[in-house]
Nanobody, 123 residues
Framework: QVQLVESGGGLVQAGGSLRLSCAAS????????MGWFRQAPGKVREFVAT????????YYADSVKGRFTISRDNAKNTVYLQMNSLRPEDTAVYYC????????????????WGQGTQVTVSS
């Protein structure tokens, strides 16, 4: 069983940056594809980005492409999400998860969710 803990969220002004971390314990995640999702109040959880274990394939939601960068440090068992040029519409709770199969872009393709970290972007 793997446990994921997200951190790095906070309150930032529009145009600012944050770096989220997702630290894994209980099992190495170095051979797994990982993903970031987010959920705004009253909305469904939506895909943000995903990364293979080797960093060779990255996918992003159109809404964050060019602003967010997903990366990983397998030695630290940690996945990151660098968020630049933040907008008020990026406000949400951000979650990381382990890809287990199926589509990369939906929550059903992932398991072992963390508790999430709140990101609030003020205008």
């Amino acid at each position: 069983q793997v446990q994921l803990v997200e951190s790095g969220g906070g309150l930032v002004q529009a145009g600012g940056s944050l770096r989220l971390s997702c630290a894994a314990s209980g099992r190495t995640i170095s051979k797994y594809r990982m993903g970031w999702f987010r959920q705004a109040p009253g909305k469904v959880r939506e895909f943000v980005a995903t990364i293979t274990w080797s960093d060779s394939t990255l996918y992003y939601a159109d809404s964050v492409k060019g602003r967010f960068t997903i990366s990983r440090d397998n030695a630290k068992n940690t996945v990151y999400l660098q968020m630049n040029s933040l907008r008020p519409e990026d406000t949400a709770v951000y979650y990381c998860a382990v890809y287990v199969g199926g589509s990369y872009y939906v929550t059903s393709g992932y398991d072992y969710w963390g508790q999430g970290t709140q990101v609030t972007v003020s205008s």
